[in-house]
């Protein structure tokens, strides 16, 4: 019987719509049962959503509080969502989640340690003779105009931008200078300019390490304050640590 029916159906005249008129052309594509068909459950789906939004609007409580109502705000009939500042980064909670205190202490004296051991290779002398100097010098009246600094000073007048590393006219003639080629000086001002980079990265570090501990003793000592909650006076930042006031107790 199955087969037979399967027969049958082969030699069935396929129905088609019918297609836009040629007078009618101009209306644009004659729509289908099954264009319809969208159309309508499009239609009915909209209705139903509607329906449910009414109900839902009429058993409001309009006294009633949820918290989201704190982080959104509706603008020129716009809904906002209120994002909050970041307090910590993606580094400093995979490392405040993986390691402790005494970890982050620990790295942050060795980069400490480094820093200086860097910053004594370097004596730091760049840094020292880009910022201004305000040494005074107090001369007889009508002494101004003849007032000689690199005289004053016994040093060559190229010499006087230094703060360090300014010898005297009577040490520059007994000084021998090496013969330095223009390939040395190169490759010293590039390792200069490297040691420079490394100290601002571990600088850098040292103070990410910083916030990090001071964010792990925040953290434990709201976890000893379990009677008396402190009361928080600034919040924390990717930069900074949160401030806690806590309540004074009095020891037994």
């Excluded at 995979?94 to 205190?101: A, P, V």
């Excluded at 790295?107 to 480094?114: A, D, N, P, V």
């Amino acid at each position: 019987m199955s087969s037979w029916k399967k027969a049958a159906k082969a030699n069935q005249k396929t129905h088609k719509e019918r297609h836009q008129p040629e007078a009618r052309k101009h209306l644009g594509l004659l729509e289908k049962k099954k264009d319809y068909k969208k159309r309508a459950d499009d239609y009915h789906e909209k209705g139903e959503t509607l329906k449910i939004l009414r109900k839902r609007t009429l058993d409001k409580n309009r006294d009633e509080f949820y918290f989201h109502m704190v982080n959104s705000r509706v603008k020129d009939g716009v809904h906002h969502e209120i994002t909050k500042e970041v307090e910590d980064t993606p580094e400093q909670l995979k490392l405040m989640h993986s390691q402790d205190i005494k970890y982050v202490n620990m790295k942050r004296i060795i980069e400490s340690r480094r820093i200086n051991r860097l910053q004594s290779e370097l004596h730091m002398t760049d840094v020292a003779d880009s910022t201004p100097n305000t040494h005074i010098f107090f001369v007889d009246e009508g002494e101004e105009k003849d007032f000689d600094l690199a005289k004053r000073l016994d040093t060559h007048p190229k010499l006087l931008g230094r703060k360090s590393n300014r010898p005297r006219l009577s040490d520059l003639d007994k000084m021998k200078l090496p013969d330095v080629d223009k390939n040395t000086i190169a490759e010293m001002k590039k390792k200069k300019k490297r040691i420079y980079k490394e100290i601002a990265r571990r600088i850098e570090r040292e103070k990410e390490l910083t916030v990090i501990q001071q964010k792990l003793e925040m953290k434990r000592h709201l976890q000893d304050a379990k009677v008396l909650k402190p009361k928080r006076i600034k919040k924390g930042s990717k930069n900074s640590a949160p401030v806690y006031e806590f309540p004074y107790v009095r020891k037994k």
